[in-house]
């Protein structure tokens, strides 16, 4: 214990004054005679002592109660435990993610109290002291040191940020702004075991003060992922919205109800359980098709944790499937009418010995129709497209050439019959292949099926899409890197009719669509890098803008059709935006937060000290209220007073002298 006015002692004087009192009884006394005193002598000696015992008792009372009294105005108090550095620079970590917005014990904001914890600092440190306060956004304030005054009005304007930080990146970030070995940072978060990441060895030379925002059993409700079950659905076709909903708490949630807002109206609503600390799956039916742009909005209530209620998704449904043709006349074929809808596809029909081969690259399905004979530099064009990932549909020409399509197909056996054989009879498909899923409403089996006749024969083929009815393949598909797909005859009216079959729209449809690559995703997070998109005509001096809740134009690069746009993690939130070229709409893209973001477990602060090795360089603040932080910050750094004690003890005293006097008779 020390004394903060030590020279006040001298007013320890006073205590000689009930000493004198106590030593010079001035009051006269009275004598009374007795005639015999004899059986007096015992009372009297009796009553002495007891008069002793009392005037001594409050001499102690009076002393004790002057002693502390004048120790109350000489300040005693305990020496703080640490002293601020003489560079008088201190840099403040305040976590702003979107997790802080949990409640505490006392029903206030994660993010509410971390800013009173740094305000209850700023206030007590000494005016001359520098402050750098560093946010998950690392804005541009964070650059630099600020006065009292700034670093005060600058927390005015934290608000919760969408963007989550490492332990790794707020280290580097404090490090890199450092000028000086002799540093103070206060690192105030929450610790969320999902998103601090592996734990970085701290600067030895700098004192690490951890505060943790301990939040009051959190528990959440989120969603985990969403999924078209068709992510291109062409012409509109019926969809399924597949929704996985996790629950991060302790309790089972009963009869969550989602709803599903498409374009700002009410399109379904659905109902869920989910265990605690599981996943569930529901479903919404798309069932009356969608076309264009589409915003859809998940929604849900779930008190107090409610940053991410809300889940967004884009249905981009403008892209047109990109169909190349390679055939052996100008006139117009049954392939190219079939993907005659201008409004779903981009058809292209080139003659086979004249052709620009990087049209093959862009194309989201190649048709080969009707070649006898399949050059080298073709074939190999087209393997080149399977083997890069790439949709080959290869139909034969009426009288095919083995070597040829041996070369290309490379396939374990490929044969031509000899023997033009009658047409027979497909079978009818098999309903369980996914590849027919939708496609059909009424699954019978009474289904008049096309005729044609086997001219390429590749063996047997179990999965094959559709077969003859001697189980031989009619149509089937190989993954060799990419798709490639193979008729057994020619698309002409003398060796089949399946061109004029209902099935044969169908089934064109989802070769094309399965073959649809580099398809705008329904949703990216705030944490990815960047979002591709596919683009015609886009020319370098055209800048493609996201607009949303503000309008960005993002740094962007075109890789031939392609263009890579960067995700301005600072300036973007969650939400839709629109992907604007020069006037026109090309494209709508939705973020979300993170879903670590979500999982709100928490480390204590002695997990977070044990992890990193403890050190004399750590220390941690146990307080969870402002109030608690404020006491806590005093005592270490300015002592724990104790003349309130001191002045309560000399009251004490006195109480006891007014007792001692009342009723010690």
Same mark, same amino acid.
């Given at each position: 214990?020390?004394?903060?006015?030590?020279?006040?002692?001298?007013?320890?004087?006073?205590?000689?004054?009930?000493?004198?009192?106590?030593?010079?009884?001035?009051?006269?006394? @009275?004598?009374?005679?007795?005639? %015999?005193?004899?059986?007096?002598?015992?009372?009297? $000696?009796?009553?002495?002592?007891?008069?002793?015992?009392?005037?001594?008792?409050?001499?102690?009372?009076?002393?004790?109660?002057?002693?502390?009294?004048?120790?109350?105005?000489?300040?005693? =108090?305990?020496?703080?435990?640490?002293?601020?550095?003489?560079?008088?620079?201190?840099?403040?970590?305040?976590?702003?993610?979107?997790?802080?917005?949990?409640?505490?014990?006392?029903?206030?904001?994660?993010?509410?109290?971390?800013?009173?914890?740094?305000?209850?600092?700023? $206030?007590? #440190?000494?005016?001359?002291?520098?402050?750098?306060?560093?946010?998950?956004?690392?804005?541009?304030?964070?650059?630099?040191?600020?006065?009292?005054?700034?670093?005060?009005?600058?927390?005015?304007?934290?608000?919760?940020?969408?963007?989550?930080?490492?332990? &790794?990146? =707020?280290?580097?970030?404090?490090?890199?702004?450092?000028?000086?070995?002799?540093?103070?940072?206060?690192? =105030?978060?929450?610790?969320?075991?999902?998103?601090?990441? %592996?734990?970085?060895?701290?600067?030895?030379?700098?004192?690490?003060?951890?505060?943790?925002?301990?939040?009051?059993?959190?528990?959440?409700?989120?969603?985990?992922?969403?999924?078209?079950?068709?992510?291109?659905?062409?012409?509109? $076709?019926?969809?399924?919205?597949?929704?996985?909903?996790?629950?991060?708490?302790?309790?089972?949630?009963?009869?969550?109800?989602?709803?599903?807002?498409?374009?700002?109206?009410?399109?379904? @609503?659905? +109902?869920?359980?989910?265990?605690?600390?599981?996943?569930?799956?529901?479903?919404?039916?798309?069932?009356?098709?969608?076309?264009?742009?589409?915003?859809?909005?998940?929604?849900?209530?779930?008190?107090?944790?409610?940053?991410?209620?809300?889940?967004?998704?884009?249905? %981009?449904?403008?892209?047109?499937?990109?169909?190349?043709?390679?055939?052996?006349?100008?006139?117009?074929?049954?392939?190219?009418?079939?993907?005659?809808?201008?409004?779903?596809?981009?058809?292209?029909? #080139?003659?086979?010995?004249?052709?620009?081969?990087?049209?093959?690259?862009?194309?989201?399905?190649?048709?080969?129709?009707?070649?006898?004979?399949?050059?080298?530099?073709?074939?190999?064009?087209?393997?080149?497209?399977?083997?890069?990932?790439? /949709?080959?549909?290869?139909?034969?020409?009426?009288?095919?050439?083995? +070597?040829?399509?041996?070369?290309?197909?490379?396939?374990?056996?490929?044969?031509?019959?000899?023997?033009?054989?009658?047409?027979?009879?497909?079978?009818?498909?098999? #309903? /369980?292949?996914?590849?027919?899923?939708?496609?059909?409403?009424?699954?019978?089996?009474?289904?008049?099926?096309?005729?044609?006749?086997?001219?390429?024969?590749?063996?047997?083929?179990?999965?094959?899409?559709?077969?003859?009815?001697?189980?031989?393949?009619?149509?089937?598909?190989?993954?060799?890197?990419?798709?490639?797909?193979?008729?057994?005859?020619?698309?002409?009216?003398?060796?089949?009719?399946?061109?004029?079959?209902?099935?044969?729209?169908?089934?064109?449809?989802?070769?094309?669509?399965?073959?649809?690559?580099?398809? +705008?995703?329904?949703?990216?997070?705030?944490?990815?890098?960047?979002?591709?998109?596919?683009?015609?005509?886009?020319?370098?001096?055209?800048?493609?803008?996201?607009?949303?809740?503000?309008?960005?134009?993002?740094? &962007?690069?075109?890789?031939?059709?392609?263009?890579?746009?960067? =995700?301005?993690?600072?300036?973007? @939130?969650?939400?839709?935006?629109?992907?604007?070229?020069?006037?026109?709409?090309?494209?709508?893209?939705?973020?979300?937060?993170?879903?670590?973001?979500?999982?709100?477990?928490?480390?204590?602060?002695?997990?977070?000290?044990?992890?990193?090795?403890?050190?004399?360089?750590?220390?941690?603040?146990?307080?969870?209220?402002?109030?608690?932080?404020?006491?806590?910050?005093?005592?270490?750094?300015?002592?724990?007073?104790?003349?309130?004690?001191?002045?309560?003890?000399?009251?004490? #005293?006195?109480?006891?002298?007014?007792?001692?006097?009342?009723?010690?008779?």
């Amino acid at each position: 214990m020390s004394l903060l006015y030590p020279s006040f002692l001298w007013a320890l004087g006073v205590l000689s004054i009930p000493i004198i009192i106590h030593l010079f009884n001035f009051r006269r006394t @009275t004598r009374v005679y007795f005639s %015999n005193t004899r059986f007096l002598k015992d009372v009297k $000696e009796a009553t002495t002592a007891k008069r002793k015992l009392k005037h001594y008792l409050i001499l102690a009372s009076r002393l004790l109660l002057l002693a502390f009294l004048v120790l109350a105005f000489c300040q005693p =108090i305990i020496p703080a435990t640490e002293q601020l550095g003489t560079t008088r620079n201190v840099t403040f970590y305040l976590d702003n993610s979107q997790s802080m917005s949990a409640q505490l014990k006392d029903k206030s904001r994660g993010l509410d109290a971390s800013i009173s914890f740094v305000r209850s600092i700023v $206030e007590l #440190f000494p005016a001359d002291t520098r402050y750098n306060l560093i946010t998950n956004d690392f804005a541009p304030f964070s650059n630099s040191f600020k006065t009292k005054t700034e670093v005060l009005d600058l927390l005015t304007q934290v608000r919760l940020s969408p963007i989550s930080r490492s332990m &790794q990146e =707020i280290s580097d970030r404090i490090q890199q702004n450092s000028k000086t070995h002799e540093k103070e940072v206060f690192w =105030i978060s929450d610790f969320q075991k999902s998103t601090l990441g %592996n734990l970085p060895a701290l600067d030895s030379t700098t004192r690490w003060h951890l505060v943790p925002v301990q939040f009051d059993a959190p528990a959440n409700v989120f969603i985990d992922t969403a999924y078209l079950e068709n992510p291109f659905a062409a012409g509109g $076709e019926r969809n399924m919205l597949t929704v996985k909903v996790r629950n991060d708490g302790a309790r089972d949630v009963e009869q969550l109800n989602l709803k599903l807002t498409i374009n700002n109206i009410q399109a379904a @609503t659905t +109902t869920v359980s989910v265990p605690r600390g599981g996943i569930n799956e529901t479903s919404f039916d798309l069932a009356t098709g969608l076309t264009g742009l589409n915003e859809a909005r998940i929604s849900f209530n779930d008190f107090p944790i409610s940053f991410d209620n809300e889940f967004y998704l884009a249905f %981009n449904f403008t892209d047109k499937i990109r169909v190349v043709e390679i055939k052996n006349s100008a006139s117009a074929t049954v392939v190219e009418k079939v993907f005659g809808n201008r409004q779903v596809f981009a058809y292209r029909g #080139f003659m086979s010995g004249n052709f620009d081969y990087s049209e093959l690259e862009q194309a989201d399905l190649v048709v080969v129709n009707g070649l006898n004979s399949i050059n080298s530099s073709l074939s190999l064009a087209l393997r080149t497209v399977v083997n890069q990932g790439g /949709s080959v549909l290869v139909v034969p020409g009426v009288q095919p050439d083995v +070597t040829s399509y041996r070369s290309l197909l490379q396939l374990p056996v490929v044969n031509v019959m000899e023997k033009k054989e009658e047409m027979v009879e497909l079978d009818r498909p098999d #309903f /369980s292949n996914p590849f027919f899923e939708k496609v059909f409403e009424e699954k019978s089996i009474s289904l008049t099926m096309p005729k044609a006749t086997k001219m390429l024969d590749w063996g047997n083929d179990r999965s094959a899409i559709l077969r003859f009815k001697n189980d031989q393949p009619f149509l089937s598909r190989f993954d060799q890197g990419g798709k490639l797909y193979v008729m057994a005859c020619a698309l002409e009216s003398s060796t089949t009719d399946f061109f004029n079959h209902a099935l044969f729209v169908p089934v064109m449809y989802r070769l094309a669509a399965s073959g649809k690559k580099n398809s +705008t995703r329904p949703y990216y997070t705030l944490h990815e890098s960047f979002v591709g998109l596919r683009m015609d005509s886009l020319r370098s001096d055209e800048p493609l803008k996201l607009i949303g809740k503000t309008e960005i134009i993002p740094g &962007q690069r075109s890789v031939g059709d392609q263009v890579f746009i960067d =995700i301005p993690r600072f300036s973007i @939130t969650q939400g839709f935006y629109k992907v604007v070229l020069r006037s026109d709409t090309v494209s709508l893209l939705a973020f979300n937060l993170d879903k670590d973001e979500s999982v709100l477990a928490q480390y204590s602060g002695d997990e977070v000290i044990k992890a990193l090795g403890g050190g004399k360089n750590l220390s941690i603040f146990q307080a969870t209220t402002t109030g608690a932080f404020s006491n806590e910050i005093k005592e270490r750094y300015l002592g724990t007073p104790l003349w309130k004690y001191a002045l309560m003890l000399s009251f004490l #005293f006195l109480v006891v002298e007014i007792l001692l006097i009342r009723f010690l008779k």
